[in-house]
């Protein structure tokens, strides 16, 4: 349950900020999150497809 934490958290943030009528913050924020999840994923296969 600890990894899903982090998801939860922005989850709840970006409904926080549709609820306030900041639609346009909760967007930036779910766009920021996606980023920063695609950058994770691809970040380490490209370390592991360079041989040393």
């Known amino acids: 349950m600890r990894a899903f ?3 939860l958290a922005v989850l ?7 609820a306030l009528r900041l639609r346009t913050l ?4 779910s766009l920021a ?3 920063w ?3 994770t ?3 380490p296969a ?5 041989p040393d």
């Open 46 to 50: 490209r370390r592991r497809s360079h």
């Open 5 to 7: 934490g982090p998801w």
């Open 26 to 29: 909760a967007t930036v924020v």
């Open 12 to 18: 709840a943030v970006v409904l926080l900020l549709s």
């Open 41 to 43: 994923w691809i970040r």
């Open 37 to 39: 999840c695609v950058w």
């Open 33 to 35: 999150w996606l980023a």
